[in-house]
C-alpha cells in the first residue's frame, strides 16, 4: 500500500490546496481518525477492516494529513492508521495529541503532568511506529499543571527530535499567546464548523499569524441542513452534500483552515473529499456566513 501511492496530482483531495507544517507540505482537506473506533470513541470499532480501508482509501484520494490522539480507544485509532499506513508514504503526516485520560466510554479528562505528556509521546511513537511525530498537540491545558510546563516538554521533546511541530486544543487566543512564548505553535485546533462559530476569533489570530487552524466537528450542518435552509438549498443548485457544502465552506473561509473530516465508512469518506472541488460563490458564502 504504502509503496504503490504515488502524489497523484489528479486527486479530487488535491484541489482544496496546500499548508505547510513544519518540513511538510500537506493538502488541506484531511482525515480525522476518531471515529475508527467503539461507541463513545472506546473500544474497537464494529467494522475494523471497513476502518483499515477507510485509511487507505483517504491516502489513495490524496490526503496526507491524518489526525489522531492516543486516547481515541484509547490507542485503537493509531493502532488502526499504522495497520492501513506503516511504512507510511513520505507525504503522509500523522499529528497526534495527547493530554486527555479515559475511564470509559465519552469521559476525557486532562492530564497535563510533563513527565505524563513525556510517556505519551514515547508511547504514540511506538504505536505509530515512527522516529518522530510530524505534529504533536497537546489535546487540552490541564488547569491543574501551570501551561508553560505542559508546552515547555513539548518543545524540550521537539528539541530531541521526537517531535516535529507543536499544536494546541482548544484554547482562547491568550492562551496561544502565553504558549507562543514558550514553544513555536504550527496548529491550533478548536471546535468550529457552519453552526458553531465560537472559536471566529480564534480563526482570525490564526489567519493574521500564519498558524494551521484545525476545525473540529466540521461537517456538522445542523438545522442549516434542513429542507428549505441555506444548506440544501445551495446542495440543491450544486448537486452536493450537505458534507461537502459544510467542508467547502470552511477551506473557502481562510487559506489557513485544515478541515479533518472523520468517518468509519469509505462512502461517506468519498463524499468528504469532493468537497475539495466545490466552489462556493461568493453569495453562497455570504449566506452561508450569515445563516449560523
Ligand atoms: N481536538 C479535539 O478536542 C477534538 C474533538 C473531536 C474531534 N476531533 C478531531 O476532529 C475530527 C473530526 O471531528 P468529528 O469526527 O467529531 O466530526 P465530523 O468529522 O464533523 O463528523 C463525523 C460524524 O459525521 C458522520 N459523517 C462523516 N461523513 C459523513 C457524510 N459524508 N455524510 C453523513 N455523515 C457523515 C460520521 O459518521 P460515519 O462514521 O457513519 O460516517 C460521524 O458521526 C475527529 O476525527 C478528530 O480527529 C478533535
Known sequence: MADSNPVDTESPNHASGTFTIGDKTVHRLGFGAMRLTGKGIWGEPTDRAECVRVVRRAVELGVDLIDTADSYGPYVSEEIIREALH???????????????RHGPDVWLPVGRPEYLRQQVEMSLRRLGLDRIDLFQLHRIDPKVPAEDQVGELATLQEEGKIGSIGLSEVTTDE????????????????YNLTNRKAEDVVDYCTREGIGFIPWFPI?????????????????????????????????????????????????????????????????????TDAA
Open 87 to 101: 511504512p507510511y508514504p513520505d507525504q503522509v503526516l500523522v499529528a497526534t495529541k495527547a493530554g486527555l485520560v
Open 176 to 191: 496561544i499567546d502565553a504558549a507562543r512564548k514558550v514553544a513555536e505553535i504550527a496548529t491550533v485546533q478548536n471546535l
Open 220 to 288: 456538522d450542518a445542523g438545522k442549516l441542513a434542513q429542507p428549505g435552509g441555506p444548506v440544501a438549498e445551495i446542495v440543491d443548485a450544486t448537486g452536493t452534500s450537505p458534507a461537502q457544502v459544510a467542508l467547502a465552506w470552511l477551506l473557502q473561509r481562510a487559506q489557513i483552515i485544515l478541515p479533518i473530516p472523520g468517518t468509519s465508512s469509505v462512502a461517506h469518506l468519498e463524499d468528504n473529499m469532493g468537497a475539495a472541488r466545490l466552489r462556493l460563490t461568493k453569495e453562497q458564502m455570504a449566506a452561508l
